[in-house]
DNA sequence: CTTGACTTTGAAGTTGACTCCAAGGTTTAT
DNA sequence: ATAAACCTTGGAGTCAACTTCAAAGTCAAG
């Protein structure tokens, strides 16, 4: 069993943000101690990394809640977590597309830009920065 | 000339956002009208696309507003544009990777469940999410 | 057995990127 | 010439995801 403090060396978070995760529903502790010490176990390690991995592609605290909630209810079926994946992975590549695009000019223009000597008035990359055609969406 | 409504119109975005710009220096009116209508040329309308997709790509208005005032400062050298490019794609590439690792899972996933018939218990959606391997990076 | 590192709670504060509102002034269409 | 649709400012409110704080209890090392 991991107090607090381990599980948040273990998951690179702090323990604030652990009992916020708490707070809203993501990960409660497996047990306490009579002195009221938060403890967990080794699964609570694999859920803050996972949280952290859904967070970087994009989904909020509030679905990955969802998500980890659909697991316990045993009366919902598959299908709920089918579609919120289908509509998510959508957005992932989406997504995906949008952040490659950006990535190919900032990767021709780091090499137009290579001798670093042009003033910024005609530095090409703010000059295709503008160029850029996407879908405009935002991020979350 | 474009009124702020017009402009937001083009642009997809609220007024009140584009005044939200113009506050946090991002994107001035080219003149205003004697009565204080603010009036923007069409380069506004390829910023505030610029805007949108860098803030698609994960950019902060905040660094947003950097490049875009180094454009306009002519003392600065293209290097300095350059090493921000560099630092920007690295971390652009490096959550590219985390959300294909996760795009791969969620195609399999949702294949694997195709059916939708499976108790959420065995959902092999969330089983797998658990076992993504990732940077464990946050978003911005 | 004391010192220092750790933990508890609850509440308030922070940041980013807006959004909403009130109380007006301006333009445009009919 | 008047109603509808637009614009102005300043400030407050919202939301997510934390962080910081205060005041106090607990545990581990020497």
């Given at each position: 069993?991991?107090?607090?403090?381990?599980?948040?060396?273990?998951?690179?978070?702090?323990?604030?943000?652990?009992?916020?995760?708490?707070?809203?529903?993501?990960?409660?502790?497996?047990?306490?101690?009579?002195?009221?010490?938060?403890?967990?176990?080794?699964?609570a390690?694999?859920?803050?990394?996972?949280?952290?991995?859904?967070?970087?592609?994009?989904?909020?605290?509030?679905?990955?809640?969802?998500?980890?909630?659909?697991?316990?209810?045993?009366?919902?079926?598959?299908n709920?977590?089918?579609?919120?994946?289908?509509?998510?992975k959508?957005?992932?590549?989406?997504?995906?597309r949008?952040?490659?695009?950006m990535?190919?000019?900032?990767?021709?223009?780091?090499?137009?830009?290579?001798?670093?000597?042009?003033?910024?008035?005609?530095?090409?990359?703010?000059a295709?920065?503008e160029?850029?055609?996407?879908?405009?969406?935002?991020?979350?």
């Open positions: 069993m991991l107090t607090i403090g381990k599980l948040a060396r273990a998951g690179a978070i702090s323990t604030d943000a652990l009992r916020y995760y708490e707070r809203e529903g993501l990960l409660v502790p497996a047990s306490k101690t009579g002195s009221g010490y938060r403890l967990y176990g080794e699964d390690v694999r859920r803050v990394r996972f949280i952290q991995h859904a967070q970087a592609c994009g989904f909020t605290l509030a679905e990955i809640r969802e998500l980890l909630h659909l697991r316990q209810s045993n009366s919902a079926c598959c709920d977590v089918r579609s919120r994946t289908i509509e998510k959508l957005q992932l590549a989406a997504k995906i949008s952040m490659q695009a990535s190919t000019v900032l990767d021709q223009l780091i090499n137009e830009c290579a001798d670093g000597t042009q003033p910024v008035d005609d530095c090409p990359i703010l295709a920065l160029r850029i055609e996407g879908d405009g969406g935002r991020m979350s």
